[in-house]
């Protein structure tokens, strides 16, 4: 998001949409107190379209209520999403500009080319 704000003349470039060439699927150990105190502090509606973009198999409900958030299986979904897929080679792009930000061995580059800084 610091990036696409700082772009000339993008006013709308949250949240980038997600393109996936290569994924890989690990596996991590389930804390169920890290998914609930990281729940709080994600752009739930974001990462709903990103699970959307990269055609992950997960359903997550339209809307996260406080009920949600204390159930074990939501949790359990959670965290596979947000621990457990990983997008090797693929690229993000802005909603706005379809500028697209290439990733790499897991690592997206978004520097900026000169003339994209405003």
Do not use: W
């Amino acid at each position: 998001m610091l990036t696409s704000n700082i772009l000339k003349g993008v006013t709308r470039g949250f949240p980038l949409k997600i393109k996936a060439d290569k994924m890989e699927h690990i596996s991590v150990d389930y804390n169920r107190d890290f998914i609930a105190r990281i729940i709080p502090r994600i752009e739930y509606d974001a990462l709903r379209a990103a699970v959307n973009d990269l055609g992950l198999n997960e359903s997550l409900p339209e809307a996260m209520s406080e009920t949600l958030q204390q159930d074990d299986e939501f949790l359990k979904t959670m965290h596979k999403v947000l621990l457990e897929y990983e997008v090797e080679e693929g690229e993000l792009i802005c909603p706005e500009t379809g500028r697209k930000f290439p990733i790499s061995k897991g690592i997206p580059n978004m520097l900026l080319q000169e003339t994209e800084v405003s």
